[in-house]
């Protein structure tokens, strides 16, 4: 394994840029906010502004911060596969008038969550000291299952020094596989720059299990998660796979993301977070080289509804170079009095390294479902692997104001679900992407520029 040194080593956020078709069709089977908002208008404009501003508070803020792109949108290539045909036009008329959930679901946004984008081992971990890939397979949902050959695309051409990144392939999209990302993984250690030990939350197993959630599925296997692992060259010593308790999914707490938020050696979870929470833990200490710092939120302070509402569990946590850390929390955390005051009462003022909350306002990737950690992707980075990533994708104010520039050139203020069979709408988001690429340097990634 490497050996770096410590102060070199940051965690770099790369936030998922809010796609030209945001919209909310409700697509999401168990994602309770997704469900709830199907059918109204959304605003792509507002969600990418939104978005980007997070992002530049954090970078404002000292956090390293990182840029990935959108997924090429509407997906008609899909739509031929499944015997649409004709012109574009044709093709999306057609789609709209006798198959309307598919033409939702090719046009869904869904990629600004790169939490789920796939599972990143940093090169402290690996056995042969490079930053290790594999791009989730998405296979629980139609519109996510259209993601990972784009996103593996973008994240070799971003991460394309061998010398540095290694890329595996998307684990077979089948029930027994169904894998969902970092969504479902935690890295926990002492400083980032630390040899650390990977908690894998899982929902099912496919070969044998007995306790699964009745109400909505679960996304996430622990044969996916072994296999990840095993890709990755984890050890035992290295991992803990622990499921996730099936009240919380039939709750809507459909990834362990909505539910628990680890980042050094901090791990802020609810108590309903796991099947077998002392276990998790016990585990966890076990395997650790530094002392684990469970924050544990019980029902009576915090109830399911509200975990799942809020999205508190869905939070950032950052490191702070003093050794506090900080909590990013969306606007709806305030919205909810036992929730805030439990932020207040318990986190802040607890024993723990907590010492700051930012609240910032993504009301338009809330309400499809998604809070600030599913907006990011976190990769554990060298000033090496930093300096050898390829393209513009780590957050300048420059960056940012072309960014927020391209979004007010691009992206409608309005969007109803009845607009996704525009067909100037796949022309506005062609030419925008193709832009995209060019600003962030990343070469041709999207099937339209592939030919």
Partial sequence: MSTLDISSVREVNFDGLVGPTHNYSGLAVGNVASMSHGGLVSSPKEGALQGLLKMKSLMDAGYAQGVL???QRPDISALRDLGF???NSDVLARAAKEAPQLLRAVCSASSMWTANAGTITPSLDAQDSR?????????????????????GRVLRA????????????????????ADEG??????????HGEPGVHLFVYGRQAFGGEKEPKRYPARQTLEASQAVARQHGLTDA?????????DAIDAGVFHNDVIAVGNGPVLLYHEMAFLDEEGTLDELRAKMATPLIPVRVPQEAVSMEDAVASYLFNSQLLSNPDGTMTLVVPGECQEREAVWRTIQDSLLAGNNPISDVIVKDVKQSMRNGGGPACLRLRVVLSEAERAALTGRVLLTDALYDE????VNRHYRDRLAVDDLKDPQLAEESLTALDELTQLLKIGSVYPFQLG
């Fill in 403 to 406: 960014l927020t520039a391209w």
């Fill in 131 to 151: 930053v290790h890939f594999t791009p989730a397979n998405l296979q629980s949902s139609f519109h996510r299952y259209l993601e990972p050959q784009t996103t």
């Fill in 85 to 87: 045909s004709g012109s």
């Fill in 158 to 177: 971003i991460f394309r020094n061998e010398q540095h990144f290694a890329h595996h392939p998307v684990l077979p999209a089948t029930p027994t596989f």
């Fill in 182 to 191: 970092a969504a479902n993984h935690t890295r926990l250690c002492g400083e």
């Fill in 69 to 71: 792109p959108p997924q």
């Fill in 238 to 246: 290295q991992t803990v796979f622990a499921q996730q308790h099936p």
